[in-house]
């Protein structure tokens, strides 16, 4: 299974970036993909999450209605649009897929497959 994000950048705040994660040799019919994020000094934490089944999408709080996580099943393709961008939304944001519902997708546990990251920064 891979998975490769694209689309950081650096961006000043109030603005707007868009994270895209393809997925290759991952049935994505099944399980959960969604986006991770890891901040200097910070444990790796969760950010969104969503389910192909019934398309349900899971937030933070921190993102709730800044963040949309949405999803391409044909392309097994999940995307990250961020708007209205903080300083705090810096970190290293990573892609990742479960096989199963992870046990605390909050805190990054049980997730199955991790792409390499992508920078995203905001000043």
């Known amino acids: 299974v891979q998975l490769v994000e694209s689309g950081g950048g650096s961006v000043q705040a109030g603005g707007s970036l868009r994270l895209s994660c393809a997925a290759s040799?991952?049935?994505?019919?099944?399980?959960?993909m969604g986006w991770f994020r890891q901040a200097p000094g910070k444990e790796r934490e969760g950010v969104a999450l969503?389910?192909?089944?019934?398309?349900?999408?899971y937030y933070v709080d921190s993102v709730t209605g800044r963040f949309t996580i949405s999803q391409d099943k044909a392309k097994s393709a999940v995307y990250l649009q961020m708007n209205s961008l903080k300083p705090e939304d810096t970190a290293v944001y990573f892609c990742?897929?479960?096989?199963?519902?992870?046990?605390?997708?909050?805190?990054?546990?049980?997730?199955?497959?991790w792409g390499q990251g992508t920078q995203v920064t905001v000043s």
């Open positions: 990742a897929a479960a096989r199963m519902w992870p046990y605390d997708w909050k805190a990054a546990r049980g997730m199955d497959y």
């Open positions: 040799g991952y049935t994505y019919s099944n399980g959960c």
């Open positions: 969503t389910t192909p089944g019934d398309s349900s999408t």
